[in-house]
């Protein structure tokens, strides 16, 4: 097999599907590792990597930097809160800064769509990409896939639904370039006003009722409410959204099929789905955060491979 | 290509069964022994050793896979990346004498990774190493077998490959000359 068609890892939607199944089977490799009495190999010890998070989080960027010290790769964390952009510093002067200290791979989030893409034009070293604003946020796609592969023997053929603030959600559309690919069918379900005026060009139904949509698919990806990101009113309470599209025990057991419910996480409880719905044998969610690790691994192995020393 | 046999089935069984003898001679009854198989082809070894082991010894012989893709030392050095195979090792190593089992002992950068490797399921009271076949006075690191199926003399443009009749159809070792070596 090649190596990725790809230099960095900005968006699902540079990726072939073979590379999607490379990076699987990479991480197949490294959830035996993790699963260990000593969860470490020293694959990236002559590797340095940045993260970098100008925007909040927590599980993505201890699973990066949990992935990056599996490898033994060095690190260093970076956040915007306690930085010199602060101070009116570029994106690109900041990196580059970073950089002359001799860093070989960044990992980057930040809320401006296209954010990565434009910093791998112009530093050198590999970008990871883990999340640009509404844009794309390719490890979490490529983690879901990994666990509905994991949990249903196969993504191919499988009937997948995406629930809630689509029009905000970079998970919902890297999920579904990630899962078109892997030949999954994909729904969007969500308030009008929440669902992209195009979305149906990327060849995904939209549906604006849950039980419609759950009835359909075998899998339900619950997406938070961005309330961080919406300017206006979407909607006209938490509440009423909640009681649409909100999925609660008597409605996942008045389906007439056992369907496997995933969250990228955080959860608002309560307000996506309830805790008993988070908490019962049909979510995957924690399992979806240990792959995390496994998949990130997987990526920064395989672009680390590709630096020329 | 100039392509010589260098052990033929039936020397091949007699290999098998005599470093069968060795192991048992060192080991006794295998209760504190266990052998690892190093990822691809010396799980080949592994398996038909295994077969032997228990059919003389009349009980089961514990054995594991291990893969030392992520331990190499040729990481990035390559063209392509190396994909992974699996590690299978369900028990700890802790305490226990290890044998180690490949299929070809050369350079011995694979047995290097694989010492390295091996520390991550525990630390082991004693690891030997056994190789079918050794491509003697080619070794990089200092480090030998302790059981030889057959020992060798190559040139390093010469390729020795272990065949089995499990997967090639039949059990031989090859040795491949490029045809322009004046060697």
Redesign the interface.
């Known amino acids: 097999m090649d190596n990725l068609s790809v230099e960095h890892l900005i968006g699902i939607k540079d990726l072939t599907k073979q590379d999607i199944e490379l990076i699987f089977k990479t991480a197949d490799s490294f959830k035996e590792v993790i699963n260990r009495p000593i969860k470490k190999v020293p694959s990236l010890r002559d590797i340095t990597i940045a993260n970098l998070f100008f925007e909040n989080s927590t599980r993505t960027r201890l699973s990066f930097e949990l992935a990056e010290k599996r490898l033994s790769a060095d690190i260093v964390n970076f956040s915007a809160a306690s930085s010199s952009v602060k101070k009116g510093e570029t994106l690109v002067d900041t990196v580059n800064n970073i950089l002359s200290m001799k860093v070989d791979m960044v990992v980057m989030r930040h809320p401006n769509p296209g954010a990565a893409k434009f910093l791998s034009e112009r530093v050198d070293a590999k970008i990871v990409n883990a999340g640009d604003g509404t844009h794309e946020h390719p490890t979490q796609a490529l983690l879901d896939a990994y666990s509905i592969r994991e949990k249903l023997g196969d993504v191919a053929g499988k009937k997948v639904v995406i629930v809630g603030d689509i029009l905000h959600s970079r998970v919902a559309l890297s999920n579904i370039f990630c899962l078109q690919k892997l030949g999954a069918e994909v729904m969007v379900c969500g308030p009008t006003t929440l669902i992209p005026k195009y979305i149906s060009e990327l060849g995904v139904k939209v549906e604006n009722n849950l039980r419609k949509a759950l009835e359909w698919c075998d899998v339900a990806n619950m997406l938070r409410i961005q309330l961080e990101r919406q300017d206006i009113k979407y909607f006209p309470s938490l509440r009423e959204y909640s009681m649409l599209f909100g999925l609660d025990k008597a409605l996942l057991d008045s389906l007439n099929k056992d369907i496997v419910v995933m969250h990228p996480g955080p959860i608002n409880r309560g307000v996506e789905i309830t805790s008993d719905v988070a908490d019962s044998k049909q979510s995957i969610i924690l399992n979806q955060v240990e792959n995390g690790v496994a998949i990130r691994m997987a990526v920064i192995y395989l672009l680390a491979g590709k630096i020329d020393r | 290509m100039e392509t010589q046999e260098i052990i033929n089935s039936r020397h091949f069984e007699l290999t098998l069964n005599r470093l069968c003898q060795e192991l048992i001679e060192n080991h006794g009854d295998f209760s504190e022994t266990v052998l690892i198989g190093l990822q691809p082809r010396g799980v080949n070894v592994l398996t038909r050793l295994k077969k032997l082991l228990e059919t003389i010894l009349g009980k089961e012989v514990k054995c594991g896979a291990l893969?030392i893709?992520?331990?190499r030392d040729d990481?990035?050095r390559r063209e392509?990346?190396l994909?992974?195979?699996?590690?299978n090792i369900d028990f700890?190593i802790e305490k226990k004498k290890v044998v180690l089992i490949d299929d070809v002992l050369y350079t011995g950068r694979t047995i290097r990774a694989g010492l390295?490797?091996l520390?991550?399921?525990?630390r082991p009271s004693e690891v030997e190493l056994l190789a079918f076949v050794d491509r003697r006075f080619k070794r990089e690191l200092p480090i030998q077998a302790d059981y030889i199926g057959k020992a060798v003399d190559t040139l390093n443009e010469e390729r020795v490959s272990v065949e089995w009749k499990e997967i090639e159809g039949e059990d031989k070792v090859l040795l491949f000359t490029p045809t322009n070596s004046n060697g």
């Open positions: 893969d893709t992520f331990y990481f990035r392509r990346p994909i992974p195979s699996a590690t700890v390295d490797a520390l991550a399921f525990g």
